[in-house]
Each structure stands twice: as C-alpha cells, then as structure tokens.
C-alpha cells in the first residue's frame, strides 16, 4: 500500500486536479492506494481572511465567500460531469453554513480557536470532493473520508497533537476495509476531532503529518508527497535557481531541514514514518518521472553536509549581565518566561562566561517574549544582577544540515570562511552537541548571500569527493 499526499500546488485548479488523478489511476493498477489532500492552493489562506474580517466586522466577508463559491463552482464544472450539480451543491452548503457562522462571529466579537479550526477545515472538504468524485467518474471506487471521523487529538486548537491510540484504532477500522473493499479513499489532511468530537486541525501544513500518520500508524510501503519541486533541494530555489536535488536523505537531516525553513515536509511528518521506518519520497507532480527524494535511515547515504537552508524575520534576543555569573537558575527563569508567554525558540546560544544568554524568536512573538522576561526578571534586574535585555531584527537563521558533522574535520571551517569571502557578518553562532547541523544568524538583508555562499561550498566540496 502506498499512501499518498497532495498539496494545494497539485490542486490548484481543475486541469492540476486532472493531472493527480491521472497519477492516482496510473499507481492504483499496481497497488492499493490510499490518497490525502490539502486545500486547493490559496483557499486556506482565504478562509483564514473570512474569519479575520468577521472579528474586524467587514462586510467584505460576504464577497470572499463567494470568490470561494466561484473558484469551487468553476472547478467543478470543468473537472466533472454527472457529478458536477451534486458537488456544487455539497459545497454551496458548506459555504452557506460558513457565513452563519461568520455572522455570528462578527455579532459576538468573538473568534475562538476551535471555531478557527472548524472554519479552516472547509478547505481540505472541497478538494477531498472533488478529487474522490473525479476518480469516480474516470471508473475507480473512491469515497472521501473527514479527517475528523480517524484522527484523534487534544484540545489544542490552531495545532492540536494526536492521541496515537486512540488515532490508531479508528484508522484501523475506518480505512482497510474500505481499501479492501477496492476503494481510493481520498482524505482530507489537516483536519481532526477531540475526543468530544469537536473539530482541531494539526496546524498550517499538517496535511504531510495527516499521510504521515497514516502510513506510520498503517506500517504502508511507503508515503509520497507530492509538491510542485522535483524532491527536496539543496536549496531554496528561490534563493538558489540552479540548486540540485538531493536523491536521499535520513529521517534527522529531513527533520533538521524541516525545522530550519524548508518548505518541502512539516516538520513533525517525520516521526511516524521514521519510527517503523516507512520511507517517505518527495515528488513533483508537474514532473512525476523526474528527480526525486527518499527519505530512509540506512543505506548509501553519505556523510557530511547535504544542504542549506533558512528562517528570516526573525527577532535576537539577548539578556546581558555581569551579575549573572555563578548565579544558578537564570537561564531557567528566562526560558521559562518565554514558555510563558507562549512564545517558541527557534535558537539558544550561551557563553561559557554566562554574561550573556541569546535567544531567537518569530519577530512578530518578540514584544510578548520582552514583556514576560521584563516581568519574571524584575528583581534580578533591580539587583544589576540582569544589566539589560536588548534585541536586534530583522534578523535570519542560517543552517547548513547533514550528518557526522562533529567527526568531520573542516566543516565548521569551511562554512565560516565561505561566509566570510562573502562579507557576510555572523550575530550568532550555534552548532553545540548536534551532529546534523551548523547554524548561524545573520542579518535579513544578508541571507540569500549567506544561503548562496554556503551552497557554492557544498558543490565544490562534493565535487572534490
């Protein structure tokens, strides 16, 4: 069995839905396939703008859900046939049920995130539809199948984690039947449901952990996801146009890559594959015969570094005093009033002298991490023991990822000096016990000359290797 995910890239319109039942049909005659899809491309992000402007009670609203009900309703009239009335209706009254809703918004004043969720899981509905209607049409069983009905989660809204036993149980009994039976089930990724049955999402992006889930959870031959570049890249191709692709990689450099910017896979796709070791591949459904990633532990997978990539808009925080040295619990307290202002950390670099703790952050989290710290440190900072918390932006993260990175003599080097031949000034540096990883922080303005710098180095050492 091979399950397999779709962005919103392959379904952005009815001749790219067209394309990915051509590449369903053409696998189904060989395996049992089981399907997963985004929302078409730019849908999510309007559902998004129909609930902000709901809160912000605009009338304009109204006018964007019928951009959705247009765009739905144009795709179903080229892409289907007899099913098409039935699909635009399917849909009208989901859209019809979303201004209810947005109405009650605008009169409460009131956006909750579960509510958020509920609206944001319209999306992945409509592509689901659509695409398992079309394969019934081009002669396959199909059914589309709501995330809601097999994965179970928290109650974190806005990016809820699943409760593995109980996710797996309903997988088990939902999905292999139907497969059995002879269906494609098409799945909508992203979406999943509380215990109580109430709708969460995994998060922007968590269509990859939707098909990941299930291929770790269903022990699959493998996942493919599809987007629309030919595997992951040595990198980012808007940075780097003639970047190559890389033909493999292993669990960790994926996750590194991931974490670090790459907008190939979500970063926490990674662990259900990787702990039955499912390998997972990277297609482009505009090149299905083209290059390609597997992701798999083991293997002829080489040492050293594979790849660079980057985060910008980023905020560095440093907290700064001499009276922090010998005084036991400050990075504790720091950490954990960043925690508690629900901020994440992307990066930690310390001193040995401890005069200095420096931290990144997302710029537009940067204002609720300086409150929080101001107010857990206020003593320390009465005291002189903290001299000044200061911070620099717009600033990027740069990370050069591969393996065996701490046995490997030069690498460290050669990353800095490529840098340095390119002017290119260093605010941080981190790289620590981590043997997949070298990471630096750099100006905005200074990234794409960063990333370049650091890729022309990596060819020239894999040429000489």
């Given amino acids: 069995m091979i399950v397999m995910k779709f962005g919103g890239s392959s379904l952005g319109d009815a001749e790219r839905i067209h394309q990915v039942g051509s590449i369903i049909s053409g696998k189904a005659e ?25 809160l912000e009670g605009d009338g304009g609203r109204e006018k964007l859900i019928e951009e959705i009900r247009s765009s739905h ?55 689901a539809l659509l695409l398992s209607q079309h394969l019934k049409e081009e002669g396959h069983s199909s059914s589309s199948v709501n995330g809601s009905e097999i994965i179970v989660t928290d109650q974190r809204f806005g990016s809820a984690n699943p409760l593995m036993d109980k996710t797996k149980e309903k997988i088990r009994s939902v999905l292999p039947p139907k497969i059995r039976a002879g269906e494609i089930p098409v799945v909508t990724g992203f979406i999943a449901a509380t215990e109580e049955g109430k709708p969460s999402t995994l998060g922007r992006g968590g269509s990859d952990y939707t098909a990941t889930l299930l291929g770790g959870l269903l ?54 594959v990787a702990k039955n070791q499912v390998p997972l591949v990277i297609k482009n459904t505009q090149n299905p015969e083209g290059p390609d990633t597997t992701i798999l532990n083991g293997g002829k997978s080489s040492t050293g570094l594979k790849s660079v990539t980057s985060i910008s808009d980023l905020t560095l925080i440093t907290v700064k005093g001499h009276g922090m040295i ?39 989290s940067a204002p609720k991490a300086i409150e929080s710290l101001k107010g857990t440190l206020e003593e320390e900072i009465r005291r002189s023991i903290i001299r000044d918390i200061v911070t620099e932006e717009p600033v990027s993260i740069v990370a050069a990822v591969g393996s065996g990175l701490r046995h490997q ?10 840098l340095a031949r390119r002017g290119v000034n260093l605010l941080s540096i981190a790289q620590g016990s981590s043997d997949h990883n070298i990471s630096v ?13 650091i890729y022309e180095w990596i060819q020239s050492e894999n040429q000489q290797s």
């Fill in 30 to 54: 060989e395996e049992e396939v089981l399907v997963v899809v985004s929302a078409m491309e730019g849908i999510t992000d309007q559902l998004e703008t129909c609930a902000r402007l709901s």
């Fill in 73 to 127: 309703e144009s795709v179903a009239e080229q892409l289907l046939e007899e099913g098409a009335a039935k699909a635009k209706r399917q849909i009208g009254n989901k859209l019809d049920r979303l201004g209810d809703i947005c109405d009650s918004i605008a009169t409460l004043g009131e956006l909750t995130l579960q509510t958020k969720d509920l609206i944001l899981s319209l999306g992945e509905q409509f592509s």
């Fill in 219 to 272: 022990d699959v031959d493998a996942v493919w996801i599809w987007t629309d570049v030919d595997g992951v890249k040595r990198a980012d191709p808007d940075i780097v146009s003639n970047a190559t692709t890389l033909p493999r990689l292993t669990y960790e450099e994926a996750a590194e890559l991931s974490y670090f910017g790459a907008q190939v896979i979500h970063p926490k796709s990674i662990d259900p």
């Fill in 326 to 364: 010998g005084v036991p619990g400050i990075a504790a307290e720091v950490f954990t009033a960043v925690a508690e202002a629900e901020v994440n950390v992307l990066m930690i670099s310390q001193s040995s002298s401890e005069q200095n703790i420096t931290f990144l952050v997302e710029r537009r």
């Fill in 409 to 418: 003599a030069g690498i460290d080097s050669g990353v800095f000096e490529s």
């Fill in 441 to 453: 922080v750099v100006a905005n303005q200074d990234e794409r000359v960063a990333v370049q710098s």
